[in-house]
C-alpha cells in the first residue's frame, strides 16, 4: 500500500476530475464489485438515501441525530464540506480521522479499478469502506448532483429515500426545466420502496408521483400539518425552512423505526450499540423528537457572533435565498440586513440579489475560492445596477472589518465562502473586537 501522507491523499482526491467520462452510478457500482471481490464491502449496511436542491443535508443531519438518539450506529456520507475533509464522512456524528482518511486514502488510489474516479467517487468508497469497518446499523448518504445518475444511486435498494425541495441548481447539467431536474433527482426510487417527499412546485410533483408509481413505491407526502407539528420543537437549526425539513426526518424515521418495532426488521446488518425500546410507539416518538432538537448543522442560518450581529448561511441558489429571506422576515419582522455574498459563476445569482434585494441596506461581495467563482467585483457591479449600494472585498478576513453593530449583518452564498469565513473569521474577529 502506498505511504502517502494526509496533505499528499487529499491534494491526489482532490486534483482528480470533477466529472467523469462515464456517469458516477456506472462507476460506483464498478468500485463495489472490485472492492467486494477484495474482500472489503461484506454486509449491505441498511441505508436511507436523500435528494433535493435545497435541505437534503439538513435532512440528512436530522435523520442521523435522530438514528442515533435511537441508539443505532450510523454512518452519515455528505458533500461538500465546510472547513475540513473529514465532515464528509462521519459515524454517529463524529468526522472520521485524518489518520484514517491518509490509510484509506492510500489502499483507494492503489486500485486499479478499471474505470477513472473522480473525488467524489473516492470520497464514497472511502466512507463505504469507513462505514464498514465502523460496523454502522444504518448510512445516511447524500447524493452529490441530480440523482439517476449520481454515484450514490449505485449502493443498492435503500430503505426509504427521502426528495427534499427541488429547485433551479446545477442546470448546466440537470436542465433548465423543472420536470426534467425533478426526474433526475427522482431517479433514486427503487422498486416497492418508500419515499418521503417535501413539498413541491406541481410540475416536480407530477413526475416524482409517475415514477413512484412506475416503480409501485409507496409516496408519503410532507403536509402542512406535519410542517406545523415541528415549528413547535425547540429546533436548533434555525430558520422557517427547517420545520419542513424536519417534518420530511420525522416521517421518514417513524416508518422506519415504527416497522422495526412491529417485527418487520430491515436487515441483519442493522446493529445496534443498545436495543431500543421494543413495546412503546410513544418512546419511539419522543426520540424522534429528541433527535430532531438536538441535530446541528454547521452554516445553515449559524450564528457566528451576536456582538456584532453575523449570521451565514449556505443559500447558494434562488431557492435557498428564498427560504432565506422567508426566515429572516419570519424571525426579525420589518428590519433590514447588511449582506454579505459570494457565489459560483454558474449560479442564478441574477434572481438571488433580486429576491433578497428588498431586505437588504447594503451588500459586501467577496470572491470564493474556487475556480468556478464569480468575481466579487463583477457582483457588486450587477447589485449596484440593481439600485443598492454594494462594495467589493478583497477576500473573508475582511468583512470583520465592515460588520454594523446598528444593523444585523448576514453572509450568505456558495458554502466555499461560508466555509472559508467560519474557517477565518474568528481569528480575525477576535484580534478586532477583543
Not at 485524518?98 to 484509506?104: H, I
Not at 452529490?144 to 447539467?173: F, Q, W
Not at 410507539?281 to 419522543?286: E, G, L, S, Y
Not at 475556480?371 to 478583497?394: D, M, W
Request: glycine share 8%; aromatic share 8%; hydrophobic share 40%.
Amino acid at each position: 500500500m502506498g505511504n502517502l501522507d494526509y496533505e499528499q491523499i487529499l491534494n491526489k482526491i482532490e486534483n482528480t476530475r470533477r466529472f467523469g467520462n462515464e456517469p458516477g452510478v456506472t462507476v460506483t457500482k464498478q468500485v463495489i464489485k472490485v472492492l467486494k471481490e477484495k474482500g472489503k464491502l461484506k454486509r449491505d449496511i441498511s441505508f436511507i438515501h436523500v435528494a433535493g436542491t435545497n435541505g437534503k443535508g439538513s435532512v440528512c443531519a436530522f435523520l442521523t441525530s435522530i438514528l442515533k438518539e435511537n441508539d443505532y450506529k450510523v454512518g452519515t456520507f455528505v458533500s461538500p464540506h465546510l472547513i475540513d475533509f473529514e465532515e464528509r464522512i462521519m459515524v454517529s456524528g463524529q468526522m472520521i480521522s485524518k489518520a484514517d482518511v491518509t490509510r484509506l486514502g492510500n489502499y483507494l488510489v492503489d486500485i486499479d479499478f478499471g474505470i477513472g474516479l473522480t473525488m467524489f467517487d473516492y470520497c464514497l468508497a472511502m466512507a463505504l469502506l469507513y462505514f464498514e469497518e465502523q460496523q454502522c446499523g444504518y448510512m445516511v448518504i447524500e447524493t452529490g448532483l441530480g440523482g439517476r445518475l449520481d454515484s450514490t444511486n449505485a449502493i443498492g435498494v435503500p430503505v426509504a429515500e427521502v426528495i427534499a425541495k427541488i429547485g433551479y441548481d446545477h442546470m448546466s447539467i440537470l436542465g433548465s426545466d423543472i420536470a426534467g431536474i425533478a426526474a433526475e433527482k427522482a431517479g433514486i426510487i427503487k422498486p416497492d420502496t418508500t419515499v418521503v417527499v417535501e413539498k413541491q412546485e406541481p410540475r416536480a410533483m407530477e413526475v416524482i408521483e409517475k415514477v413512484a408509481k412506475e416503480q409501485h413505491a409507496n409516496v408519503i407526502h410532507v403536509e402542512d400539518s406535519d410542517i406545523e407539528r415541528c415549528s413547535h420543537y425547540d429546533l436548533k437549526l434555525c430558520g422557517k425552512y427547517q420545520w419542513e425539513n424536519a417534518a420530511a426526518a420525522e416521517l421518514t424515521a417513524g416508518y422506519l423505526l415504527n416497522d422495526i418495532v412491529c417485527g418487520h426488521e430491515r436487515s441483519a446488518s442493522q446493529n445496534r450499540e443498545e436495543s431500543p425500546a421494543e413495546n412503546a410507539a410513544v418512546n419511539i416518538a419522543d426520540r424522534i423528537r429528541k433527535g430532531l432538537e438536538r441535530a446541528t448543522w454547521p452554516g445553515r442560518m449559524e450564528l457566528l457572533s451576536t456582538e456584532p450581529f453575523l449570521m451565514a448561511d449556505g443559500a447558494h441558489n434562488s431557492n435557498g435565498v428564498e427560504a432565506l429571506k422567508e426566515s429572516l422576515m419570519q424571525m426579525y419582522p420589518g428590519e433590514k440586513f447588511r449582506f454579505f455574498m459570494g457565489v459560483m459563476a454558474d449560479k442564478d445569482y441574477d434572481v438571488m440579489v433580486r429576491e433578497i434585494l428588498p431586505l437588504a441596506t447594503e451588500f459586501f461581495t467577496v470572491t470564493p475560492e474556487s475556480s468556478r467563482a464569480l468575481q466579487a467585483s463583477n457582483l457588486a457591479e450587477f447589485v449596484r445596477n440593481e439600485g443598492v449600494k454594494a462594495t467589493e472585498l478583497s477576500d473573508e478576513r475582511q468583512i470583520v472589518e465592515h460588520l454594523s453593530k446598528d444593523t444585523k449583518n448576514i453572509a450568505f452564498g456558495s458554502l466555499y465562502f461560508i466555509g472559508e469565513l467560519k474557517k477565518n473569521y474568528k481569528g480575525a474577529f477576535d484580534e478586532k473586537y477583543s
